[in-house]
């Protein structure tokens, strides 16, 4: 288990000025006793919360052609035959991860492939599960090509509280299937668009590990 490099530096300063504050209270009210130690209890408990946000466990790389894998660790909240209008432009079966504030934010690539399309879109901030999250918020598209043809397009969508997503990919960048592509802070979603004939292996509700959870099989 490690610190994700995007909470590292979040987490440094955060550690500064909960020192200095607990530092300056004691100085100025230390006859305060109890105001003190639930200050510094806070403090332990908000430092904690924001530390497990950022952990990235290791994780083994599956590498499978036939299935497909979970792109972040979350619970799936849709699984529905959809019109994917943005690039595809056909009918596919969606399966989308509600990832809440106490999951870990990695997003990982479901399978292995080269990034065929990739476009950042600026949008709102409804709550990640809203039906009209997918196409308003913000939200990042990107279509994966594996080397026998099948395309599956990914998208990372920010909620009410997940304003900053972040991605290290471009149109041509190789992915290997649990592969990094990003991550989204504080509570968000990702929509996972596969082939009609692709067969789901989850449910609604079901909760879902980034890299290890496979949630398709492909023809």
């Keep these: 288990m490690t610190i994700h490099k995007e909470g590292r530096k979040l987490l440094f ?3 500064i000025i909960l020192a200095a504050v607990n530092f300056g209270l004691n100085q100025w009210i230390p006859e305060e006793e109890t105001l003190l130690n639930v200050v510094l209890l806070i403090s332990i408990v908000l430092y904690l919360i924001i530390l497990q946000f950022f952990r990235s466990p290791y994780v083994k790389l599956p590498n ?8 972040a660790d979350g619970k799936v909240v849709v699984i529905e035959e959809t019109e994917e209008e943005e690039y595809l432009k056909e009918r596919r079966k969606q399966v989308s991860i509600f ?19 990739f476009k950042y879109h600026p949008g709102k901030y409804l709550v990640a599960w809203h039906p009209k999250s997918s196409f308003e918020n913000e939200r990042t598209t990107m279509v994966l090509k594996h080397q026998n043809g099948v395309k599956i397009l990914v998208r990372q969508i920010a909620g009410a509280l997940a304003r900053r997503i972040k ?3 471009q149109e041509g960048t190789p992915l290997a299937q649990g592969g990094e592509f990003g991550f989204i802070k504080f509570g968000s979603r ?7 004939d692709a067969e789901v292996l ?6 879902t590990q980034g890299g290890r959870t496979p949630i398709a099989r492909l023809k």
């Design 13 to 15: 300063w955060l550690l």
């Design 64 to 71: 499978d052609d036939k299935l497909v894998f979970a792109p």
């Design 99 to 117: 990832m809440s504030p106490i999951n870990v934010h990695v997003n990982r690539s479901p399978i292995a492939g080269v990034v065929e399309y």
């Design 167 to 169: 991605w290290y990919v």
């Design 190 to 196: 990702v929509d996972v668009f596969l082939p009609l």
């Design 202 to 207: 989850v449910s609604i509700d079901e909760k």
